[in-house]
């Protein structure tokens, strides 16, 4: 009865969502200080469609970047070298 329950197929569904928003987000470091989640966006879009830019707020040393696709995602980790503001950036897969 418990798997069938309300709670567990609304954490099963949120569990499945994160997965798919992993399998289309990016771990971006190496950018300069101050740099605006909106430079960003703007690099990456080249990629794909992005879906949302999140940013460190405390130290401002990483950001997770989301494309709407899958695809664009891999577009952006196999890009050999990423530049922003002179500097290289550091892609990863989340």
Known sequence: SH???RRHRRLRGLR???RAQEQRSLFVSGFPRGTEPA?????F???GDVAT???DKEKGAFAIVE???PAGRQRALDEPRHLLGGRRLRVRPR
């Open 3 to 5: 798997l069938a329950g």
């Open 16 to 18: 499945a969502e994160r």
């Open 39 to 43: 430079r960003l966006r703007q690099h």
């Open 45 to 47: 879009r080249a990629f």
């Open 53 to 55: 830019v999140v940013m």
């Open 67 to 69: 494309l709407r696709d």
